[in-house]
């Protein structure tokens, strides 16, 4: 028995990349641990581990290890519970920040402003210090207690540690400019018998710890914001619904709805769990599921789905999947595992932020020093400004929000459009695709037989159909429920066949009203001594199509044939045509002989074909066209199709199609229709330029930012950047990230 085993759990502390990666690297070096995702924005990890080795308790240890909070989840809850967890915690986390922040801010501004409001004898001592200085920096001293607690703890841990992080920065920042001060406050006279002017900078470390603290409430409130489409889908499912137990209806909570249960459904109102028409008809709107506007017909025997709108019509529906086996309940814990993955994309950011805290610490050090070299003690105030200012302006918090912010809003994004990606790799993978491989069963057509030609003698097409359905009525062949169907479609009235009677492989007999029905192949015909003459040049142009031929005969003369077919999706030559626009090559594979195959390709708009195919040959295919140099992307729905979906650089599944396929794909398509498959690499590529937009403003912003700090401009214009400013700066750079990110929410497939 295996003991290979994930858990997702809680991690709470972390603020920037530099912190993520310390987590990250403490999981993947602890025996046991395959494979460990750590993600800032969900403020979640994800461990693949030999339970054999290491204990999930050991795992929390090893977080709690590197300084960062983190506990086992909770067991037995659902996912709508874990999901009403995170938005509660995130909740706190902004009230408790803005809070914070509010205080901060209003000490601050009272820093800057209280001393101007003195009189300038009060400031003008040189030896002792101004009252006002000592109750700054009680003030000071009280807000980074309070306020600032968790920079220092943090940073004390990572220290501990052998590491650095944002907290680390903010913390030696704020200390330096504090213990600055507080020399001027206790001891002023050290600064003015070197000939240096006392000053102090209270405000400055008041007002960075509030901006700091600002910036993490404002990027907590939009992060909150990435989630919407996760609280949607868990908002849309029903607290209760009634049900018929021994005969009688009640309204029960929906923990309470077992399997099999009879569900009532009536207008206007959601149906509260998947489940199949048992009686009643209606149209339901399932554009939460599957985009599409157009209400869908309902009758006994389809399947509906939990948290849709009921339209006019009543039902009666046997639940067949409740709680966390439910449509919704798999979406969102789809979307929850996609979120929590990392892209490869983030590989980049985390490389640059595993050494970004020391450089920066690094040029910090060296830009005080070289003020004080070049300036002399005249240009301390300055030295710790330029210092102060590098420290905190390149907090690394843009960088690890630059991605996994992204992935976050693009799977939302997705799930609204009926496209549900397993993770930030298979969404920057599917932007990489050049060639789209598609099976053509239930894939380019829809699955089941259908008639598509009915070819009458003497041209009563509507008496054809009625005789040849009542005959078939009773048949369960997959041809016969396609001639059914048709009939009950157009309205053609069919009486009850007697004398009912199957010749497995060669057609059926029966008599309906006075006349006895021949159904089935032309040589069963043939033999009953019917011939099919009048219509076998047309029955062969139509075979050639891939069609199969029904004849039909009554009374011993030939009625007619009947043309059956798996026909093209309607959405499926639109949907080809957006995938060659967006640049892709399309290729239909199939085990149908080519003439067939040929005949749906052309219908398609596709070229590129391989048919007569085994479920092998289309791994083979695959593979053929990857070791060429293409990325390739597999879209299919059966189980035949799982190993090549496996196999395909993207594997997309037809929701519609086996679970075995879905669980093979990477992307699962809510609704069987290709345009979804375009709508999925479009939403790809513009989550990769956002990100790459992300990851730009991030790198730029300190490439930028750090000079300026350092005093890049002061020998020429004088000009030197306020700690104060740097940290505003600081902290619009992540928010900036975060909104360009959730931009991704307006897009629209073209």
């Known amino acids: 028995m295996s003991s290979e085993q994930t858990i997702d759990f809680p991690v709470s502390g972390m603020t920037c990349a530099a912190c993520q990666a310390r987590v990250q690297r403490a999981l993947v070096k602890a025996p046991g641990v395959e494979q460990a995702s750590v993600n800032l924005v969900t403020r979640n990890a994800h461990v693949a581990f030999d339970a054999s080795v290491i204990t999930p308790e050991a795992l929390i240890e090893t977080v709690r290890a590197t300084g960062y909070g983190a506990e086992l989840p909770a067991q037995a809850q659902t996912v709508a519970e874990e999901q009403a967890a995170t938005d509660a915690a995130g909740a706190d986390e902004f009230n408790a920040l803005r809070q914070k922040a509010v205080v901060a801010f209003t000490i601050g501004l009272a820093a800057m402003f209280g001393p101007m409001l003195l009189p300038k004898s009060a400031m003008m001592a040189t030896d002792t210090a101004p009252l006002v200085w000592w109750v700054l920096l009680v003030a000071t001293a009280g807000v980074m207690f309070w306020a600032g607690r968790e920079f220092y703890s943090h940073a004390w841990a990572a220290l501990r540690h052998g590491s650095a992080d944002m907290n680390t920065l903010v913390s030696v920042g704020t200390l330096a400019a504090f213990l600055f001060s507080a020399t001027a406050t206790i001891d002023p006279g050290l600064f003015s018998r070197r000939g240096v002017v006392p000053q102090v900078y209270y405000e400055a470390v008041v007002l960075i710890i509030a901006v700091v603290l600002a910036g993490r409430a404002l990027e907590a409130r939009a992060v909150h914001q990435t989630s919407n489409a996760l609280r949607r889908l868990i908002g849309l499912q029903p607290k209760a619904a009634r049900i018929e137990r021994d005969g009688?209806?009640?309204?029960?909570?929906?923990?309470?709805?077992?399997?099999?249960?009879?569900?009532?459904?009536?207008?206007?109102?959601?149906?509260?769990?998947?489940?199949?028409?048992?009686?009643?008809?209606?149209?339901?709107?399932?554009?939460?599921?599957?985009?599409?506007?157009?209400?869908?017909?309902?009758?006994?025997?389809?399947?509906?789905?939990?948290?849709?709108?009921?339209?006019?019509?009543?039902?009666?529906?046997?639940?067949?999947?409740?709680?966390?086996?439910?449509?919704?309940?798999?979406?969102?814990?789809?979307?929850?595992?996609?979120?929590?993955?990392?892209?490869?994309?983030?590989?980049?950011?985390?490389?640059v932020s595993g050494v970004f805290v020391p450089v920066v610490m690094a040029i910090a050090l060296a830009t005080f020093a070289t003020w004080l070299i070049v300036g002399g003690t005249g240009m301390l105030v300055q030295a710790t400004t330029a210092a102060v200012s590098v420290l905190i302006i390149a907090c690394p918090c843009a960088m690890g929000l630059a991605v996994p912010t992204a992935v976050m809003v693009a799977t939302g994004k997705g799930a609204e459009l009926g496209v549900l990606i397993k993770g930030g790799a298979a969404l920057e993978r599917a932007g990489q695709v050049d060639t789209v491989v598609i099976d053509k069963t239930g894939t380019l057509t829809e699955g089941r037989p259908a008639v598509t030609d009915v070819l009458a003698v003497d041209g009563d097409t509507k008496t054809l159909m009625a005789l040849a359905a009542a005959a078939e009525r009773p048949s369960e062949h997959p041809l016969a429920a396609a001639i059914v169907r048709h009939a009950a479609d157009n309205a053609v009235p069919t009486e009850v066949a007697a004398d009912f009677t199957s010749h497995t492989g060669q057609g059926v007999r029966a008599r309906v009203g006075s006349r006895h029905v021949i159904v089935g192949g032309p040589?069963?015909?043939?033999?009953?001594?019917?011939?099919?003459?009048?219509?076998?040049?047309?029955?062969?142009?139509?075979?050639?199509?891939?069609?199969?031929?029904?004849?039909?005969?009554?009374?011993?003369?030939?009625?007619?044939?009947?043309?059956?077919?798996?026909?093209?999706?309607?959405?499926?030559?639109?949907?080809?045509?957006?995938?060659?626009?967006?640049?892709?090559?399309?290729?239909?594979?199939?085990?149908?002989?080519?003439?067939?195959?040929?005949?749906?390709?052309?219908?398609?708009?596709?070229?590129?074909?391989?048919?007569?195919?085994?479920?092998?040959?289309?791994?083979?295919?695959?593979?053929?066209?990857?070791?060429?140099?293409?990325?390739?992307?597999?879209?299919?729905?059966?189980?035949?199709?799982?190993?090549?979906?496996?196999?395909a650089d993207v594997g997309i599944a037809m929701g519609s199609g086996t679970d075995i396929a879905i669980d093979a794909g990477d992307v699962t398509l809510v609704r069987s229709d290709l345009n979804s498959v375009a709508d999925a690499i479009a939403l790809s590529r513009r989550t990769m330029r956002t990100t790459r937009e992300n990851l730009f403003w991030a790198f730029i912003y300190n490439v930028i930012g750090i000079p300026l700090a350092a005093g890049a401009l002061y020998p020429k214009y004088g000009w030197l950047l306020n700690p104060i400013v740097a940290s505003a700066a600081m902290a619009m750079s992540s928010v900036s990230v975060v909104m360009n990110s959730l931009r991704l929410k307006r897009w629209r497939p073209r």
């Open 248 to 351: 009688v209806e009640v309204d029960v909570p929906m923990e309470q709805v077992r399997h099999g249960d009879v569900v009532i459904v009536r207008p206007g109102e959601r149906v509260p769990v998947d489940g199949t028409v048992v009686a009643g008809t209606s149209a339901i709107d399932e554009s939460m599921l599957t985009g599409e506007s157009m209400p869908v017909s309902k009758a006994t025997g389809d399947r509906v789905f939990g948290g849709t709108v009921n339209g006019t019509g009543a039902f009666r529906a046997s639940a067949t999947t409740v709680g966390d086996d439910s449509a919704i309940a798999r979406i969102v814990r789809l979307m929850r595992e996609a979120q929590a993955t990392r892209a490869p994309i983030q590989r980049l950011a985390d490389r």
């Open 523 to 647: 040589r069963w015909l043939e033999a009953a001594g019917i011939s099919v003459a009048p219509l076998t040049e047309r029955a062969s142009q139509l075979s050639s199509q891939g069609k199969t031929i029904v004849f039909v005969a009554a009374d011993g003369q030939l009625l007619g044939a009947i043309a059956i077919a798996d026909r093209i999706r309607p959405t499926t030559r639109d949907a080809i045509a957006r995938l060659k626009r967006l640049g892709l090559s399309v290729v239909m594979l199939t085990g149908d002989a080519r003439a067939a195959a040929g005949h749906i390709a052309a219908e398609a708009g596709i070229q590129d074909i391989a048919a007569e195919l085994l479920p092998g040959d289309k791994t083979a295919e695959i593979a053929r066209r990857q070791k060429e140099g293409h990325v390739v992307a597999m879209v299919g729905d059966g189980i035949n199709d799982a190993p090549a979906l496996a196999l």
